[in-house]
């Protein structure tokens, strides 16, 4: 199977020009015979980078509050046209499609990664467990609905997104459903997805593809609250889209500063060679003694009967 990493500049708070972006990078990757495909962690329609650089913990100042209600106006829900449109383009194309998003649910943003299937449309909506620092003062915290694989080809193929990749137990879930290839979204950045893409791949025996954003704080639109702080500055968001296979070595070593997509042909049976000496779930797992109990429930946000 043919896979890549869509590593692309985000367009920041933009979910029209994000739908277009992607529908461009589905027909390239449609195009090249990419058969599955991963946007970068809240492709559409951005990261929250500000907090970061803005005192973004000050509590009730007004400017902050003015870049989250930015924020959430340029969020997209999960049955919103935006979805749509990428669903059909995936259909259209027959590509399956990860795509990073931030999903509104009235006042809340979470971030979340979809998979869009050619044949059923929307099969998951997975939002990150845990926030990372700065970010519990923009997103709110997830749950292990989508901690689920899908076939996709000869492949189960599971995501989680940024920093959760380091959560050993997270890995596990996936791994325990027979997971081949794995799927990692990043803001973007090389220094990011360096180690943890090999060590997935090393660990759970199976491919492992980063999908990084490349971002320019000149995208920053005119009227964002902290556009006169952020617009000069330089951008540490290059990318570092990679593929490593099931022995822990590079397939394709991290990518920084272009526009491109990141493929590689991948083989199942690689995976099941690999899985000779150790399988993490399975003849090397011992589950008369070790056991992983993961609640699958969506936390409902709905307090009316």
Same mark, same amino acid.
């Given at each position: 199977?043919?896979?890549?990493?869509?590593?692309?500049?985000?367009? @920041?708070?933009?979910?029209?020009?994000?739908? #277009?972006?992607?529908?461009?990078?589905?027909?390239?990757?449609?195009?090249?015979?990419?058969?599955?495909?991963?946007?970068?962690?809240? $492709?559409?329609?951005?990261?929250?980078?500000?907090?970061?650089?803005?005192?973004?913990?000050?509590?009730?100042?007004?400017?902050?509050?003015?870049?989250? #209600?930015?924020?959430?106006?340029?969020?997209?829900?999960?049955?919103?046209?935006?979805?749509?449109? &990428?669903?059909?383009?995936?259909?259209?194309?027959?590509?399956?499609?990860?795509?990073?998003?931030?999903?509104?649910?009235?006042?809340?943003?979470?971030?979340?990664?979809?998979?869009?299937?050619?044949?059923?449309?929307?099969?998951?909506?997975?939002?990150?467990?845990?926030?990372?620092?700065?970010?519990?003062?923009? @997103?709110?915290?997830?749950?292990?609905?989508?901690?689920?694989?899908?076939?996709?080809?000869?492949?189960?193929?599971?995501?989680?997104?940024?920093?959760?990749?380091?959560?050993?137990?997270?890995?596990?879930?996936?791994?325990?459903?027979?997971?081949?290839?794995?799927?990692?979204? @990043?803001?973007?950045?090389?220094?990011?997805?360096?180690?943890?893409?090999?060590?997935?791949?090393?660990?759970?025996?199976?491919?492992?593809?980063?999908?990084?954003?490349?971002?320019?704080?000149?995208? &920053?639109?005119?009227?964002?609250? $902290?556009?006169?702080?952020?617009?000069?500055?330089?951008?540490?968001?290059?990318?570092?889209?990679?593929?490593?296979?099931?022995?822990?070595? @590079?397939?394709?070593?991290?990518?920084?500063?272009?526009?491109?997509?990141?493929?590689?042909?991948?083989?199942?049976?690689?995976?099941?060679?690999?899985?000779?000496?150790?399988?993490?779930?399975?003849?090397?797992?011992?589950?008369?003694?070790?056991?992983?109990?993961?609640?699958?429930?969506?936390?409902?946000?709905?307090?009316?009967?």
């Amino acid at each position: 199977m043919r896979v890549a990493a869509a590593q692309a500049r985000c367009p @920041w708070l933009d979910s029209a020009a994000g739908v #277009a972006k992607v529908v461009e990078f589905l027909e390239r990757a449609a195009a090249d015979h990419v058969e599955l495909v991963a946007f970068p962690e809240t $492709f559409l329609s951005g990261y929250p980078f500000w907090v970061e650089q803005t005192g973004g913990a000050r509590f009730d100042d007004p400017d902050q509050k003015r870049a989250y #209600a930015a924020y959430l106006d340029a969020a997209v829900e999960v049955d919103g046209p935006e979805l749509r449109v &990428i669903a059909e383009a995936a259909r259209d194309l027959n590509v399956f499609t990860y795509l990073g998003i931030t999903e509104r649910v009235r006042g809340t943003v979470y971030c979340s990664l979809v998979a869009f299937s050619p044949g059923e449309g929307i099969v998951g909506v997975h939002r990150k467990l845990m926030p990372t620092h700065e970010e519990r003062l923009v @997103w709110g915290i997830g749950d292990g609905h989508g901690l689920r694989t899908h076939r996709v080809g000869g492949f189960a193929v599971g995501g989680l997104i940024c920093w959760e990749n380091w959560m050993p137990l997270a890995r596990h879930a996936l791994y325990a459903q027979g997971e081949s290839l794995h799927v990692s979204v @990043w803001p973007g950045s090389s220094g990011l997805t360096g180690d943890i893409t090999r060590f997935i791949a090393r660990e759970g025996r199976v491919y492992s593809l980063a999908a990084g954003a490349l971002l320019s704080y000149a995208d &920053i639109p005119a009227d964002f609250p $902290f556009h006169d702080r952020l617009a000069d500055r330089a951008s540490r968001y290059d990318g570092g889209s990679a593929i490593a296979g099931p022995d822990g070595q @590079w397939v394709v070593p991290p990518v920084s500063g272009e526009e491109c997509l990141v493929t590689a042909d991948i083989d199942p049976a690689v995976v099941r060679a690999e899985r000779h000496n150790f399988d993490p779930a399975g003849h090397y797992a011992r589950a008369d003694i070790l056991h992983l109990q993961v609640d699958r429930r969506r936390v409902s946000t709905d307090f009316l009967d």
